[in-house]
């Protein structure tokens, strides 16, 4: 079974940064296409950002110049670098991998939960 473990959640102050990482087992994640989405409560999972094998990236526009994504395939670990953040970011964070395809846009949620593998999630909390 594929286990995606993310960390660096917590709470900061509006402004603030925060750092995502999210360690795969078994699987490497350079082949794959990686994302980050979020959900608060009593709303859907959205997608924040993705990056393909080939490094291309795409962002939510709601987190378009605040967020980065990025992975260290030597590391085999995925990041979610957030700066100037909000209070409307809080949510939990969700590191998901889709293991079949070509496509690795910022829709890609229904791709992810028949072909893909989501993580626990780390809580993020902006104030």
């Known amino acids: 079974h594929v286990q995606l473990v993310e960390s660096g959640g917590g709470s900061v102050q509006a402004g603030g940064s925060l750092r995502l990482s999210c360690a795969p087992s078994t699987v490497r994640i350079s082949t794959y296409c990686m994302s980050w989405f979020r959900q608060a409560p009593g709303k859907e999972r959205e997608g924040v950002a993705t990056?393909?094998?080939?490094?291309?990236?795409n962002y939510a526009d709601s987190v378009k110049g605040r967020f980065t994504i990025s992975q260290d395939n030597a590391k085999n670990t995925l990041y979610l670098q957030m700066i100037s953040l909000k209070p409307e970011d809080s949510a939990m964070y969700y590191c998901?991998?889709?293991?079949?395809?070509?496509?690795?846009?910022?829709?890609?949620?229904?791709?992810?939960?028949?072909?893909?593998?989501w993580g626990q999630g780390t809580q993020v909390t902006v104030s």
């Open positions: 998901a991998a889709l293991f079949v395809g070509g496509y690795c846009g910022i829709d890609i949620r229904k791709n992810i939960e028949r072909f893909g593998y």
């Open positions: 990056i393909d094998s080939d490094g291309s990236t």
